[in-house]
């Protein structure tokens, strides 16, 4: 079974600052099956990203990602008062989905 | 506009069963694949299971393995998750989603349903 890890646990920035996040897996991932999710509290989760860099239909363009084999990263340019969310890496692969642990973004 | 609602939390004993439902509309049911993910209080998402569009294949996580089956009716464009042997590990809200083949991730999520595994 695939594994991810995230990292930050959480990040703690102002409105306009720029936010990395990181996604590993424990092996190689197809790119074509790693997505990113943000929740927000008490919602569901929405897709952000598919196949590692394609921005979901109403994804912003201030969010963008990138990566490959074992190393993902989603980065949000200028960060404004609705992203302030938990944000989740997805990979699918071998029969089994799995879902990293997420990152938090709050303010600072 | 695509719509999943879920339905069928409630609190229930350990050993004991329930049933959840999903009821899809504003799209195809019958042409997509679908799954269940479940989100305990205060943590992360974990994907539980998962079922083709014609019921052909499913999958599910090994921690409800033996215990759940997922199901769906395209009839009735609705998807469902048999649960026994219930724990009080399994309390969480629990998700329905669809599963894009094209961009092959859960692109539509359901507001979710509780279930309170508990004496």
């Known amino acids: 079974e695939i594994v991810l890890t995230q990292s930050p646990g959480t990040l703690s ?23 990113w999710y943000q929740q927000k509290p008490g919602q569901a989760p929405r897709l952000l990203i598919y196949g590692a860099s394609s921005r979901a ?6 969010f963008s990602a990138s990566g490959s084999g074992t190393d993902f990263t989603l980065t949000i340019s200028r960060l404004e008062p609705e992203d302030f969310a938990v944000y989740y890496c997805q990979q699918y692969g071998s029969s089994q989905f799995t879902f990293g642990p997420g990152t938090k973004v709050d303010v600072k | ?27 195809t049911f019958s042409g997509y694949n679908m799954g269940w993910v479940r989100q305990a ?13 014609s019921s052909s294949t499913m999958f599910y996580a090994d921690s409800v393995k033996g215990r759940f089956t997922i199901s769906r ?18 309390t ?9 083949y094209g961009s092959h991730c859960y692109d539509s999520w359901g507001q979710g349903t509780l279930v309170t595994v508990s004496s």
């Open chain 1, 57 to 62: 239909t109403g994804t912003p363009d201030r």
């Open chain 2, 1 to 27: 506009e695509v719509q999943l609602v879920e339905s069928g939390g409630d609190l229930v004993q350990p050993g004991g069963s329930l049933r959840l439902s999903c009821a899809a509309s504003g799209f």
């Open chain 2, 73 to 90: 009716d395209n009839a009735k464009n609705s998807l469902y998750l048999q649960m026994n042997s219930l724990r009080a590990e399994d």
């Open chain 1, 13 to 35: 920035l102002s409105p306009g600052e720029r936010a990395t996040l990181s996604c590993r897996a424990s092996q190689s991932v197809s790119s074509s099956y790693l997505a």
């Open chain 2, 41 to 53: 209080p205060g943590k992360g998402l974990e994907w539980i299971s998962y079922i083709t569009s």
């Open chain 2, 92 to 100: 969480a809200v629990y998700y329905c989603a669809r599963w894009d």
